[in-house]
């Protein structure tokens, strides 16, 4: 099959529920990179009243599932981890994964999370496993 273009990438993850129910939405993917964003709602914030740790880490592992499974193969997660550098208030945050290294069965990805501003709110790095099975979308 190869690399899935970002409308095929789109309709894999429209069935991601969690990433739904939060409102987490791929926004562009392919080529081992993936895109999402979150438009930040009070449902979103702690009790602190930012934006709670699990949804910031659940965009950034969206992006990351996005950039993992765009060459084609099934591909789940291994290891991911994140550092919270500054709090989110209000607007949208986007998360932007980009491929570190890809071999047959592991591959390795950064994720940056920001604000509106493109200030920087996070790091995530996550490990694939990459299985045989290809996607298939028909």
Not at 55 to 75: E, I, M, P, Q, R
Not at 78 to 96: D, F, H, K, Y
Request: aromatic share 8%.
């Amino acid at each position: 099959m190869g690399s899935l273009d970002f409308p095929a990438l789109k309709k894999l993850f429209r069935n991601d529920r969690f990433a739904e129910f939060i409102g987490a939405e791929v926004v562009a993917g392919g080529g081992g990179m993936g895109k999402a964003r979150l438009e930040i709602h009070t449902h979103h914030l702690n009790g602190l009243g930012i934006v709670q740790g699990g949804a910031v880490f659940t965009l950034a592992d969206l992006a990351f599932a996005v950039a993992c499974n765009s060459h084609g193969n099934k591909a789940v997660g291994l290891n991911a981890s994140i550092n919270w550098l500054r709090p989110g208030l209000t607007g949208v945050l986007q998360a932007e994964a980009r491929e570190v290294s890809c071999t047959r069965r592991i591959a390795t990805y950064e994720v940056l999370v920001t604000d509106d501003a493109g200030e920087l709110l996070a790091t995530f790095h996550g490990t694939a496993y990459r299985k045989d099975e290809q996607w298939d979308l028909n």
